[in-house]
Structure formats: structure tokens, C-alpha cells
């Protein structure tokens, strides 16, 4: 019974050391920078992105294949972006896998789960996570307030910027067990409008947020 015991109590140990180590992991997470290391392959309604850059800025109506989506209430992006990790704490960063969403204000941008295990070494380490874009967009500029919004963003010849929320879901691992965390971490991050130029008007790039 005393063996039964001890045994109980050094699996609760154990478990309880796991969650902590986790949860220290995920603390210094959220003190990490972001960078968008390349966007590949950017696409919106099935142009290429590079195609709608004129003037320093982006204009979404002015190629007939938008303007076509978009009467038919439908702004499909795709791309591939190679979002890089950079933890310059103390302290190792780290996550099991995950679920996350990317809104700008109240509307969804992003969603998908990455199913890897991700650790950052401290004191400058990287790593470099792929991000796949599929999404309509129609929902974001649809209403005139955010349409004036994105449009004034987009095509400013003067640095702007945004708020961007990433949420995550993590999920601890307990011996063989995923527990997912009960709610949404929410990391806010700001981009600019030059720097989302830049990559799209070379079709890959760098910037940080």
C-alpha cells in the first residue's frame, strides 16, 4: 500500500514538474519577436500580388479579376508565409502543438492548427514555422468602414500601422495524455504597411512584427 502510495505521488510530482516546465515554456513564448521571413506564391483572386502594386501601395479593386470577385462577394487569398521564431529571453521558449487564429480588430483573418512540437533555444535562437494561407477575405472589406480602413492602409505613401492578434490554443503533453489549454492566449503584434509592401512587391521578403 505505502509502495502504491509513493508511487501515486511521484507520478503527481512528475506531472505537476511537466506542466510547470510547459507553462514556463509558453511564458517566454509570448516575449518572442515575429518575423515574416518570405511570402511565396501570394495570391488574390487568383492574381499575383506583385501585378496590384503601383504607386507604393496596393490596390485591390483595380485588376478585373478582383473587381469580378468581389461583385461576386468573394476575395480568395492564397500564399505560403515562413513565419520566424526569434527568442532573444533568458529563458528556453517552446510549445507542443497547437491551434491559432490571426484577427486584425474584431474579424478572423487566419485559422489552422500546426501539429509539431516547437522549441527556441534562449539568448537569440530561431525557428521558422510555415504558415498556409487560404481564405476569403470579402468578409474584411466588405463593410465600407473597414474597406476605407484597408484601403488607406494599403496605399498610403506614409508608414502606417495595425494591430494584429495572434490567438493560440496550446496543448500540454502529460505523460501520453494532450490536455488542451481551456482558452485562447491572445499575443498582439503590430505590422506596418511599408513592410507588408515590400514582400509582396519582391514576392518574398523580411519584416518583423
Not at 481564405?135 to 484597408?150: C, G, M, R, T, W
Not at 496605399?155 to 496543448?171: A, D, G, L, Y
Not at 505590422?191 to 514576392?203: A, P
Amino acid at each position: 500500500m505505502k509502495s502504491q502510495l509513493f508511487t501515486i505521488c511521484a507520478l503527481m510530482l512528475f506531472a505537476s514538474c511537466e506542466v510547470k516546465e510547459q507553462a514556463d515554456q509558453l511564458k517566454a513564448l509570448e516575449k518572442c519577436t515575429y518575423a515574416i521571413v518570405t511570402a511565396d506564391s501570394v495570391y488574390i483572386a487568383g492574381t499575383d500580388a506583385r501585378q496590384l502594386i503601383s504607386n507604393g501601395g496596393l490596390n485591390l479593386l483595380q485588376a478585373p479579376q478582383l473587381a469580378f470577385a468581389y461583385m461576386q462577394q468573394k476575395m480568395p487569398v492564397k500564399a505560403t508565409l515562413q513565419l520566424q521564431v526569434t527568442n532573444n529571453g533568458t529563458e528556453e521558449a517552446g510549445i507542443n502543438n497547437f491551434e491559432y487564429k490571426v484577427f486584425i480588430k474584431d474579424t478572423e483573418l487566419l485559422a489552422g492548427f500546426i501539429d509539431q512540437k516547437v522549441t527556441i533555444a534562449p539568448n537569440g535562437g530561431t525557428t521558422t514555422l510555415p504558415v498556409r494561407v487560404d481564405k476569403d477575405f470579402y468578409p474584411l472589406i466588405s463593410s465600407p468602414e473597414n474597406q476605407k480602413a484597408v484601403s488607406e492602409f494599403l496605399t498610403s505613401q506614409t508608414e502606417k500601422s495595425m494591430v494584429v492578434t495572434f490567438k493560440i490554443k496550446p496543448r500540454f503533453i502529460i505523460g501520453t495524455q494532450e490536455i488542451e489549454y481551456p482558452d485562447f492566449i491572445d499575443i498582439q503584434k503590430e505590422v506596418t504597411n511599408t513592410t507588408l509592401l515590400s514582400y509582396l512587391k519582391r514576392g518574398n521578403g523580411t519584416g518583423s512584427f
